[in-house]
């Protein structure tokens, strides 16, 4: 268990001098910040996508699936079944870059969403982990946060700007990048469905610590980075995570994210896929976000207490495998 700590006057300071983010009043959000997006990668994109509290770490929290094996606790049979109705999985073949590079956080959720979408379409991409403390990474950039993607030497940023212009230039003839009943779903997604996330896998102590050793084990950390980053930031996160269930005016968090689960069901209204018989945008950001969760205990909760498993067990087949492909270091 972690040890209480006192979080408000110089606490987040010393938290913040800890893994040498220097120092600042507990009550600055100014000064709070490096220490949210170092240890959760969560700078701001733009409007939802700045919540600087998302701690899966924008800068580290893609694969809380792998802490647990994978599983298809709904059957094989609902993967069957998807495979009968919908197309196979679509290839970007009017747009084919030659260069594609990530600038991410590993668990990121906002960094997963574009992932979602590069693998969905099949567009083979390279990926450069970005340190969340010294971002020596994306220096060249004057865009300091994640995730950012260059598409042979042209940068774009801002996950949902990046996923609309991608898509135009998969889709020329069709240049529309989602209908109204699309658009209603990916705002919810950045304006309320991340929200749900980090008071959840920070609920508890223990879910705190499970959160960064995912975090840390994934991340771009030195060894010194990532001994300190695990307690101290499980540690601030806990009682963060506290004033963010106050500020979305979340009572319970695991009901609040149930409910968010049904949500999204009773959106699908019997559809496999928001999209239909194929996932649409709002599918593959809601499937981009609630990834880094999947298997951390928050994630398993909801999937055994809400009907959100077997879409989500579609979303895994109709977006395949990772075009990820491995490559030295830019």
Not at 136 to 163: C, F, R, T
Not at 175 to 199: T, Y
Request: with cysteine; glycine share 6%.
């Amino acid at each position: 268990m972690i040890r209480r700590v006192n979080v408000n006057g110089n606490g987040v300071a010393a938290l913040s001098r800890a893994i040498g983010l220097g120092g600042g009043g507990a009550n600055s959000a100014t000064n709070q910040r490096p220490l949210q997006a170092a240890l959760y990668g969560t700078m701001a994109h733009s409007n939802a996508n700045s919540n600087p509290h998302w701690l899966s770490s924008r800068g580290l929290a893609d694969r809380f699936g792998p802490l647990a094996p994978s599983s298809f606790p709904h059957g094989v049979l609902a993967i069957r079944f998807s495979h009968s109705l919908a197309k196979e999985p679509p290839r970007a073949e009017k747009f084919s870059p030659k260069d594609v590079v990530l600038f991410q956080y590993e668990a990121c959720p906002f960094c997963n969403k574009v992932k979602a979408f590069l693998d969905y379409y099949k567009i083979p991409y390279e990926v450069v982990e970005v340190n969340p403390i010294s971002k020596k990474e994306i220096k060249w950039s004057d865009y300091k946060k994640v995730p950012i993607l260059k598409i042979d030497g042209e940068q774009m940023v801002d996950s949902s700007d990046i996923i609309d212009k991608l898509f135009q230039r998969i889709h020329p003839d069709n240049p529309a990048v989602d209908g109204d009943e699309e658009k209603k779903w990916r705002g919810w997604v950045d304006n309320h469905l991340v929200h749900m996330l980090s008071p959840n896998i920070y609920r508890t102590a223990s879910e705190a610590l499970e959160s960064f050793d995912y975090i840390t084990t994934n991340g771009n950390f030195s060894f010194t980075e990532r001994i300190m980053a695990k307690y101290t930031g499980a540690a601030a996160m806990y009682f963060v995570s506290k004033k963010l269930k106050k500020r979305h005016n979340i009572t319970d968090e695991r009901a609040a994210l149930y409910e968010a689960a049904k949500t999204w069901v009773d959106a699908l209204n019997g559809r496999q896929f928001l999209g239909g018989l194929n996932p649409n945008l709002a599918d593959l950001a809601v499937f981009g976000v609630l990834r880094p969760i999947r298997h951390l205990k928050s994630g398993r909760d909801m999937v055994e207490h809400t009907s959100i498993g077997d879409w989500y067990t579609r979303m895994e087949s109709a977006v395949g495998e990772s075009s990820r492909i491995k490559s030295e270091e830019k």
